[in-house]
C-alpha cells in the first residue's frame, strides 16, 4: 500500500525565516511526486513534478528536492503570501495509478 | 480555457436524499478522478476514469457512483447521503502520459456537501 507521511503538520514562521518540509513516502515503484499548495477553501494548485532520485525543481521562493524515500520543500526568505497548505502526494508506476496525497503541512509565515 | 469547473460550490443534503456533483474540463484530458477532502486525512480517492468508458474504484468508493460519457465530463452521483459524506469534494483531471513532464494534475475548487 503506497504512503506519504508530510512534517511537520503545522509550522509557523517569521518573514525571511528560510525552513524545509519534509514528504517520506513508501510506493511501489514511483512514477511522480507531487507538491500542490492549497489555500482555504480553494483547490489544490500544481506546484512541481518531480521523477527521480536527486531530481531538483525551483519556482520562485520555492525549491524541491527528491531522493529515493523522501522530498523536500525548501522555502528561502518566506513571504506572508507563502502561507498556505502545502500537500505532497505520489504517483506509482503500473497502469492507470492515481495519487495518493499526505495530509499537509500549514505553512504560517509572519510579518 | 476553463481547466476544471465543479458545481455547485455549496450543497445541504438531508440524509437519504441522492445527488449528483458536476465535473467538467476543457483540457482534453484522458484522466479524470474524484477526491474527498476531510480535516487531519489529506485527500482521499473515490473513483477514477482513464478514458470515455472506463471506470474504476478508489480508496474509499462505497456510497458513490460514477459514470464516464465523454471525454469531458465525470459526475460523482450520491446515491443515499449519510452524515458520515460531509466533506469536501475535489474533481482531478490530468494527461495520461507526465513522465518527464512539467505538469500535473489539474484540481477544481470544490463543492463543500453538508449532509443532515
Known amino acids: 500500500e503506497d504512503q506519504v507521511t508530510q512534517s511537520p503538520e503545522a509550522l509557523r514562521l517569521q518573514e525571511g525565516e528560510s525552513s524545509s518540509l519534509n514528504c517520506s513516502y513508501t510506493?511501489?515503484?514511483?512514477?511522480?511526486l507531487f507538491w500542490y499548495r492549497q489555500d482555504p477553501g480553494k483547490g489544490p494548485e500544481f506546484l512541481f513534478t518531480?521523477?527521480?532520485a536527486g531530481e531538483e525543481k525551483e519556482k520562485e521562493r520555492l525549491k524541491a528536492t527528491l531522493t529515493k524515500k523522501e522530498s523536500f520543500l525548501h522555502i528561502t526568505a518566506p513571504k506572508p503570501e507563502d502561507s498556505a497548505t502545502y500537500l505532497c502526494?505520489?504517483?506509482?508506476?503500473?497502469?492507470?495509478?492515481?495519487?495518493?496525497f499526505g495530509s499537509g503541512t500549514q505553512l504560517t509565515v509572519l510579518p | 480555457n476553463a481547466g476544471v469547473t465543479q458545481t455547485p460550490k455549496f450543497q445541504v443534503l438531508k440524509t437519504g436524499q441522492s445527488m449528483t456533483l458536476q465535473c467538467a474540463q476543457d483540457?482534453?484530458?484522458?484522466?479524470m478522478s474524484w477526491y474527498r477532502q476531510d480535516p487531519g486525512m489529506g485527500l482521499r480517492l473515490i473513483h477514477y476514469?482513464?478514458?470515455?468508458?472506463?471506470?474504476d474504484q478508489g480508496e474509499v468508493p462505497n456510497g458513490y457512483n460514477v459514470s464516464r460519457s465523454t471525454t469531458e465530463d465525470f459526475p460523482l452521483r450520491l446515491l443515499s447521503a449519510a452524515p458520515s459524506q460531509t466533506s469536501v469534494y475535489f474533481c482531478?483531471?490530468?494527461?495520461?502520459?507526465?513522465?518527464?513532464?512539467?505538469?500535473?494534475?489539474?484540481f477544481g475548487s470544490g463543492t463543500r456537501l453538508t449532509v443532515v
Open positions: 518531480l521523477y527521480s
Open positions: 510506493v511501489s515503484g514511483l512514477r511522480g
Open positions: 482531478a483531471s490530468s494527461r495520461a502520459y507526465l513522465q518527464g513532464s512539467s505538469y500535473g494534475y489539474t
Open positions: 483540457m482534453n484530458h484522458e484522466y
Open positions: 502526494a505520489v504517483q506509482a508506476s503500473g497502469s492507470a495509478r492515481q495519487l495518493t
Open positions: 476514469s482513464v478514458g470515455a468508458g472506463i471506470t
